[in-house]
């Protein structure tokens, strides 16, 4: 374990669990993270995801394992930790009653902000609430109201920044611009620690995690995850290939064939298997190669932790 003077990572943090009524939420996460960089979980739903972000900015105390965050001890020094990061939940927990200006006032007052007004003007203006900040919070849709979490969550300028599934069930537009702040403050020097469902958003992460049951089946830069699979992916093209399928699936060799829309996506630990599978479906099918995803591995990766 690093010691707590460490400049190499901004969060580091080794063998954390947690558990809920004996039932394991968090099992030994292991990791570091650089400041400056973008680091995303990515699972599904109870994957543990939630967790992990309020037990690395010290909002949950952990069962057990140690760590730190900003140089900070995750379990002697919360306080000063919470002072220094910033948190958006998944859900709306702003005041519903008070209008947009009243709750980022609250938040300005709470964290006792020097020229307070001014930042407010400013964050109004960067998130394009002018014409909503006097609006009954309640009354805004669902991408505003992840507008309005995301300008309360950056008002004290935090070091690490931790958003818990920002753009989930949000207009593309609202997604679009939360994204577009995400990569301008983290040019500026924040970290930030994001949790997400689109494989299109994990794309933009510097390192990221992918958690099923609890636990990390695979983490590092988007092209480490992708190779540590060995996985080589194919495209077939044609007609009728819900019919193919079956077929498909009766190859040994194939660890996945995936229907997509107007092609299918077949993967293999073994490259050689394909000149098979081509010989076979030759003329009827079109069969190219093409680089495998991420959503590739870890529909790959579930499966197997599944069996």
Known sequence: MNSKN????????????KSFNDIKAVKNLTLKIQPGTI????????SGKTVSLRLLCGLLMPDGGEGFCLGLNLITETKLIQEQVGYMPQQFSLYKHL???????????????????KKLQEIIEIFSLKERQHQLAHTLSGGWQQRVSLATAILHSPRILFLDEPTSGIDPQSRIL??????????????????????DEAERCHELAYMVNGKI???GTVDEVISSAGLFTWRIIGKKLAELVPRLKAYPGL???????????ISTLDPQLIKKIVTELQPEYEVRETETSLEDVFTFKIKNEEK
């Open 255 to 265: 660890v996945q064939v995936i229907e997509k829309g107007n092609e299918i996506r």
């Open 99 to 117: 209008t947009v200006y009243e709750n980022l006032d609250f938040i300005g007052r709470i964290y006792g902000l020097k020229e307070r007004k």
């Open 6 to 17: 460490d400049q190499q990572a901004i969060i580091d943090v080794k063998g954390l669990h």
């Open 217 to 219: 089946l695979t983490h």
């Open 178 to 199: 939360i994204w577009d702040f995400i990569q301008k403050l983290v040019k500026k020097g924040t970290t930030v620690v994001v949790s997400t469902h689109h494989m």
């Open 39 to 46: 680091f995303g979980f990515l699972g599904p739903n109870g």
